[in-house]
């Protein structure tokens, strides 16, 4: 069974259609992404996806189960999104342990306090930040703790939206290495949105390349490392990424 099911995904804002015909399968367990330059359309798919974005037509299908124009308590326990911006994502005035347990007084799951605890200890963060503010911790530190929320409910499938992106490049290697450890300890199903194609072939299976809306390819990672993506988009933005150097 496909983790995520995306079929004729035509997702608008008004008058403005983003996206045009979609259409990809993920396996559970699988790390999938997107990727293109700005504009194409990567990160409004998530948004569909998690519900963020409600003006679309064709289908959605999580874990067998249809994705609705709204974000759902079901779909939320199954799917969880990480934001690229690890400060702008985190309430300013809540502290670690106020962002994480709120998940779970939302969806009624109690023994919180051990919960918490657990979830810091799996990202590599220390019990002392629990009582601090998203201010008094580092970028990287924040980004563990927005991985760490979106871990709360132990879902199967979680949304990436550029996760490094906005972090320092030694804290970049960092965050993916947790991510890659994540995803074999829990068996979780990734998609991710990047533009930043050394990312892709460390952490994904395959990756769809987007361009003004639409799909120019679906790959799998070997052919990215090996400079053979199909289309001539994919093809630029391979050697703008890598500039020929061999993976």
């Not at 995306?6 to 997107?34: C, M, Q, W």
Request: aromatic residues 6%; contains cysteine; proline residues 4%.
């Amino acid at each position: 069974m496909s983790a995520l099911s995306l079929k004729n995904l035509d997702i608008s804002y008004g008058p403005s259609r983003i996206t045009h015909d979609i259409t990809f399968d993920v396996a559970a367990g699988e790390s999938f992404a997107l990727v293109g330059e700005s504009g194409s359309g990567k990160s409004t798919v998530l948004k569909a996806v998690a519900g963020l974005a409600t003006e679309w037509t064709g289908s959605i299908n999580m874990l067998g189960k249809p994705v609705h124009h709204r974000i759902s308590r079901d779909i939320a326990r199954q799917c969880q999104m990480v934001f690229q911006d690890p400060y702008g994502s985190l309430h300013p005035k809540k502290t670690i342990d106020a962002t994480l347990t709120e998940p779970l007084i939302i969806h009624g799951i109690g023994d919180r306090g051990a919960r918490v605890e657990a979830v810091m200890e799996a990202v590599g963060l220390d019990r002392r930040f629990r009582f601090r503010f998203p201010h008094q911790l580092s970028g990287g530190q924040r980004q563990r703790v927005a991985i760490a929320r979106a871990l709360m409910l132990e879902p199967k499938v979680m949304l990436l939206d550029e996760p490094t992106s906005a972090l320092d490049v030694s804290v970049q290697a960092e965050v993916l290495n947790l991510l890659k450890r994540l995803r074999k300890e829990r068996g979780l199903t990734y998609v991710l949105v990047t533009h930043n194609l050394p990312v892709v072939s460390f952490l994904c299976d395959r990756l769809a390349v987007m361009r003004k809306g639409r799909i120019e390819e679906i790959a799998d990672v070997a052919q990215l490392k090996a400079g053979n993506l199909a289309s001539e988009y994919g093809r630029a933005l391979y050697a703008a990424s890598f500039g020929g150097i061999n993976l």
